[in-house]
């Protein structure tokens, strides 16, 4: 939902470019990237997971995306509400939904410059190694989106959720 500059809200910004456009060949890729991320991981864990990382990168465009795909797919209004403070609302979670959050948290911000030891055990006694492998693919992924949407400055708000089983 977008608002006009008439009903007292700031207009929306303009992009920075349209890189998409500028780099198609990058963009191909990245979605081929998204497209095989996505075939190893729990498709409601997965946008919780693009979630939170958007959340860190505070990537609006992402941050509207994926919150409108949780929410077509079924996801509670109030567990994606919640996704900012997780740690405090642990209780919504499952133990694998926690682990992902947390190894999610931990390669966004690489606050030491490494995925702690004991972030990755917790993760690794959730998932399978194929699966931590597809989970760790998928919070690189968004990141790497994140950053393309924050650089350019991508305008939230116009992102439709495509029919649910019509995704890709």
């Known amino acids: 939902m977008t608002h006009e500059h008439s009903d007292g809200y700031v207009p929306e910004h303009t992009p920075r470019m349209e890189w998409a456009k500028l780099a198609p ?3 191909k890729a990245m979605l081929q990237l ?4 996505r075939q190893g991981t729990d498709p409601g864990l997965y946008e919780l997971v693009k ?3 958007s959340q860190l990168n505070h990537c609006a465009f992402c941050l509207d995306m994926h919150t409108k795909d949780a929410l077509a797919q079924g996801e509670s209004v109030e567990r994606i509400i919640q996704l900012s403070a997780w740690e405090e609302s642990r209780h919504f979670y499952t133990r694998r939904e926690l682990a992902a959050l947390e190894l999610t948290e931990a390669i966004t911000v690489l606050t030491e410059g490494f995925v702690p030891d004991e972030v990755y055990e917790r993760a690794a006694a959730e998932f399978e190694e194929a699966e931590l492998a597809h989970l760790i693919a998928a919070i690189t992924t ?3 989106w994140n950053r393309f949407g ?3 400055r991508m305008v939230p708000g116009h992102y439709k959720p495509a029919a649910q089983g019509n995704a890709s």
């Open 25 to 27: 060949e990058v963009y």
């Open 34 to 37: 998204e497209k095989a991320t």
């Open 51 to 53: 979630i939170r990382a």
């Open 142 to 144: 968004i990141n790497a």
């Open 150 to 152: 924050v650089s350019t």
